[in-house]
């Protein structure tokens, strides 16, 4: 679908509203391409066409007949009832559409439609139950593919901002019958006609027909397979391609891991007040390789949740600055940046005066840091290398900050860095090594599909002392008992008190809506837990106040600390050992891993409550599932292959994934694309296919490729 681009804006539909285009333009369709990779959710089979006299109760069909009679009839229970008679050449049937008026104005007596429903008898008369309809123009003897919504198998996309199903069908329908009157025969298909044959692929203008309106289920599901492959193959060539060209660059300040100095890290990592688990040494060593190269590293971090990862990167830092570079540690929020801080640079106060190491100068620098004169007015402790250690937020980069000699770049949780912050730091003259850690559990199969260019590492072994966090699915009946014990865990133990509440739409952001939730839920629980000292935090608080309850919290003046689930996975608060997540069932297994990793902290027992309205076999069985299982991955796993790739990074339309057909479970796939994408780069070149390298291009969000 080369020739269906950009070219091609929303706006030029024919026959369409501004309203329509609105609609259309709010779910990202901008162009008929963006529309024609809108796909449908299922098919309705329609296909069937019969003779009104044929016709046999309990089936599905398409009649096409001239319209005889149409009225309203109206019922004592205030029901409409558009009643409408065709006949054809054998017969007449009656088809009654409920509360449909302006049916009345649409069809009109001499009419021909096409209708295709659910034939049934009420009491002596054959009637049908009409599903979709369409008025006829033309002889459906010789041109049956003009039908839209009968006749033939028809798409079902998934309603979104007032957008039926119909009209979306429609206008897709438009679309692929202004392609048709093209010469496709001059375009070229982006795959080379090879990797199109050896894997039994249809052509992708075809794919893209039958899958919109297959002639079969068996073309649909090749269309799904064609389109599929497509976007498997174009997501790990461009990371493919861009590992090759990262391959080319040269690191900025290159390390020399072998120097005197190398003693220190040594004595630093001694030093720790505990033992470095052995996959953590085995990340390290990894690292170290890395850095000893002339190319920059590009590593991506998984670790469990409390695993153990800021170690990792404080030991890489450590490492650039015992080979006199600056470290920038990266965190999503002001409160995880501060968090950071504070266990980096506790991590740097040596506690055994028999080794003696060189100590790094920490510097946080957030939102709300508040400089001195010269900082701010040039920031020129920073240039001279005052200190050795910046960490703050993504603000970082966009700030008029001139670092000096930056060796390595952290980012905690950040899975989109790409393209726009790599410009950044390549507009600071800086090519450093960049080291990307995530706490969110990702399927390995996944990882390597969707971090193809970077060299992946795992942690998996959690430290010594730590104890598995119990985790209880409480039925509805024994929540009040579940809050009693609670009351005497704060009051004997001295616990601390973690309430998730859900969002109440599928959002990244904070609406207004879930905002009044959780605030209708704080004033529940101040009912509930009267006798204790209770805390409100979300998304929508200035970063002061958040960085206030949060010092409160832990700093004990808070017992219980309610909060959305947008406010930091990471947070490290040792004396929270219980967590309560509201409406469990809303939530991924993935992210209810990351809510529960909040708590357990410590050598203290902690425990994880699961509470949910939702009583489906499906649903209590899905959180026990989580209840029994404490690694990240597995869980992960078990939403991959249960809810979709969706449902591990967050929310269901989460942007992040953007694959809309492909399945990042469908492991066969993968390997055939991957094969697909090795045979491309080493017989053909990129430039070769503009259709492909286009799309590469923008594919994945543009985290991928930069013009």
């Not at 681009?5 to 963006?34: C, H, M, Q, V, W």
């Not at 980069?397 to 952290?410: E, R, T």
């Not at 094969?675 to 780069?681: D, I, L, S, W």
Request: proline letters at 3%; a positive charge.
């Amino acid at each position: 679908m080369k020739h269906v681009t950009k070219k091609n804006p929303i706006e030029n539909l024919p026959a369409t509203s501004s309203i329509t285009i609105r609609k259309f333009k709010s779910l990202g369709i901008d162009t008929y391409f963006d529309l024609l990779n809108y796909f449908p959710s299922r098919y309705e089979d329609y296909s069937i066409i019969s003779k009104i006299n044929q016709i046999q109760v309990g089936e599905i069909v398409t009649v096409i007949g001239k319209i005889l009679e149409v009225k309203n009839q109206y019922t004592r229970s205030r029901i409409t009832i558009q009643k409408v008679v065709i006949t054809d050449d054998t017969g007449i049937v009656e088809i009654n559409w409920f509360n449909q008026p302006y049916l009345i104005r649409i069809l009109k007596v001499g009419v021909i439609i096409s209708v295709a429903g659910l034939v049934k008898q009420f009491g002596a008369k054959i009637m049908i139950e009409p599903k979709e309809y369409e008025i006829i123009n033309f002889d459906v003897s010789i041109h049956r593919s003009i039908l839209k919504h009968t006749g033939r198998i028809i798409p079902v996309y998934s309603e979104k901002k007032g957008l039926s199903t119909k009209t979306i069908r429609d206008k897709i329908f438009n679309v692929l019958t202004s392609i048709e009157t093209q010469n496709l025969a001059s375009l070229q298909d982006p795959l080379p006609t090879k990797i199109i044959s050896f894997n039994n692929l249809i052509a992708e203008d075809e794919a893209y027909r039958q899958i919109h309106f297959p002639d079969s289920f068996d073309l649909a599901n090749k269309a799904r397979k064609r389109i599929a492959f497509d976007e498997l193959f174009n997501l790990q060539l461009a990371n493919n391609l861009i590992k090759k060209e990262w391959q080319k660059e040269k690191v900025g300040n290159r390390f020399n891991v072998e120097t005197q100095d190398f003693a220190s890290l040594q004595k630093f990592i001694s030093s720790l007040p505990f033992k470095l688990t052995g996959d953590q040494n085995k990340v390290i060593k990894e690292i170290i390789n890395d850095l000893k190269k002339n190319t920059p590293m590009n590593r991506f971090l998984q670790g469990d949740v409390g695993s153990g990862k800021t170690i990792v990167a404080s030991i890489a830092c450590y490492l650039s600055f015992l080979n006199g570079y600056q470290s920038i540690i990266m965190a999503p929020t002001e409160i995880l940046a501060q968090q950071h801080y504070q266990s980096i640079s506790s991590l740097f106060k040596n506690n055994k005066s028999n080794l003696k190491f060189k100590i790094p100068n920490v510097k946080l620098i957030t939102g709300s840091t508040k400089m001195t004169k010269v900082e701010t007015q040039n920031f020129a402790s920073l240039q001279k290398n005052q200190y050795d250690i910046i960490i703050g937020t993504h603000a970082l980069l966009s700030k008029k900050i001139k670092f000096n000699k930056v060796g390595i770049v952290v980012i905690d949780e950040q899975h989109r860095f790409g393209v726009e912050q790599r410009a950044l730091l390549k507009e600071k003259s800086l090519n450093p090594h960049i080291l990307t850690m995530t706490a969110t559990p990702i399927p390995r199969t996944v990882a390597l599909t969707l971090y193809g260019e970077l060299d992946l590492s795992y942690i998996t072994e959690m430290p010594k002392g730590r104890q598995i966090i119990k985790t209880f699915l409480v039925p509805k009946e024994k929540r009040s008992k579940g809050y009693d014990w609670i009351k005497s865990q704060i009051t004997n133990n001295r616990s601390q008190v973690f309430i998730v509440c859900p969002l109440i739409e599928e959002s990244e952001n904070e609406t207004m809506k879930s905002l009044k939730a959780v605030t209708v839920e704080y004033e529940k629980l101040t009912k509930v837990f009267s006798n204790f000292k209770l805390g409100l935090i979300h998304g929508k608080l200035k970063s002061s106040e958040k960085n206030q309850i949060m010092d409160d919290f832990k700093h004990r003046k808070i017992d219980i600390l309610v909060s959305t689930p947008v406010v930091e996975v990471g947070i490290d608060i040792p004396d929270a050992t219980i967590m309560i997540i509201e409406g469990a069932d809303r939530f991924g297994l993935a992210s209810l891993h990351q809510l529960r990793g909040r708590v357990g902290r410590s050598d203290r027992q902690s425990y994880c409550f699961l509470f949910t309205e939702n009583t489906s076999e499906k649903t209590i069985s899905r959180l026990n599932f989580f209840c029994k299982n404490n690694l990240g991955t597995k869980l992960a796993e078990f939403d991959l292959n249960n809810r979709g790739a969706g449902n591990i990074f967050g929310t269901e339309q989460h942007g992040f994934v953007n694959l809309k057909i492909a399945n990042l479970a469908d492991f066969e796939l993968i390997s055939k694309t991957k094969k697909a994408v090795e045979y491309f780069v080493g017989h053909y070149d990129i430039k070769d296919w503009k259709g492909l390298e286009g799309r590469i291009k923008g594919y994945q969000g543009k985290r991928i490729l930069s013009d």
